[in-house]
């Protein structure tokens, strides 16, 4: 550890940022390569890859999602908001370009150039946001700002409908509602912003036989068109959990894995309670808690108003879509395609999820307070 007296780059990063943070980031990301190791080699297997394919690349993202981060960590404020334009701006473009150019996978176009680029636009969106919503706080630019919040959410949400990415829409929707909250608007905005809200769920379900279907399936598997429904995964997945017990069947000893066809992704956390029990999907989630309730603690602390929105706005983030994944795998509510963070295969998901949790470590570093003073000017002759 440097000492209080030394000076420098790290030695200065080392003393302000939150290192229960980085140390809660770096386990997650261990326990998801363990739980690749344990859920993969059947999914590998099935796709006739080598048994540990997704092992070894998820070894491989390791290293740059965790330099990521840390660099990440390292920027000021003002550096946040610039490298998260420039990320919304790239991220925005490459999400139009799906539409266009984009890899249909399970009739959805989110993949370009191996990349899944609404990934990357959530933490800068939420950045986008909260910079506005902190704006609009400030009498001088208060329209403005508002302004600009309101105007995010179509330009970013519009691209992610056409994909369709119902998923992402809804997480995005949900923080900045909560950003739209935290800015201390009237209740008359709040509650419009929820019928808003309620209304585009509605039509969601009206118009889209995708979200139609999904929500058939949640509430009565035998609703659809001709009884021809696929509830499998989400079934297969509770009973994963169900039959581990509260100890599991002990590692590499799961069965429902090897008949799960995303085993490996959106259900890491039914291989989990088969083959660690029911005790490990606990500490799983109050882990998750942990961070929340870290991260909220810390943003509610921060005195300027953009850290504060934005370190909540991605804690927020972070702790939906970690509920969300967990709810889906449990048939809480209808599946969403949703990865758990840090702990599911994927490589655009790692790295988004880093450059995130980076810019909350860099959002709620401790900084000293600017105290400003000014000279009294002369009195006039």
Known sequence: MPSRAERGLFADWFRTV????IGCFGALMVIGLV???????????????SAFHFVNRQALLLLPSALLMIA???????????????????????TVMTLLFGVEIKGSRRWIFGVQPSEFLKPAFIVLAA???????????????????LALLPITIGPLIAQPDFGQTMLISLVWAALFF???????????????GAVGAALAFKLSPHVHD???????????SGGMVDTFQVDTALQSILSGGWLGRGPGEG???????????????AVTGEEFGMIACLALVAFFGFIVLR??????????????????????????QSWINMAVNLRAIPAKGMTLPFISYGGSSILALALGMGFLIALTRKRPRAVLTAAPLPEAV
């Open 72 to 94: 990440t960590s390292f920027l000021s404020p003002r550096h946040v908001r610039r490298a998260a334009l420039v990320v919304f701006i790239l991220s925005l473009g490459l």
């Open 182 to 196: 935290m800015a201390g608007l009237h209740w008359f905005w709040v509650a419009g912003v929820g019928g808003v």
């Open 18 to 21: 939150d290192r229960w943070l």
């Open 255 to 269: 069965v429902y894995k090897r008949i799960l066809p995303d085993a490996h992704t959106d259900f890491v956390f």
């Open 214 to 224: 999904r929500v058939l399936r949640f509430i009565d598997p035998e609703a659809s």
């Open 131 to 149: 910079w506005a919503f902190s704006e609009g706080a400030n009498g001088r630019t208060r329209f403005a700002g508002v302004a600009i919040a």
């Open 35 to 49: 739980m690749t190791l344990a859920a993969s080699p059947a999914v590998a297997e099935r796709l006739n890859l």
């Open 295 to 320: 991260g909220l603690l810390l943003a509610s602390r921060n005195e300027d108003p953009f850290c504060r929105f934005a370190a909540a706005g991605l804690v927020i983030m972070f702790g939906v």
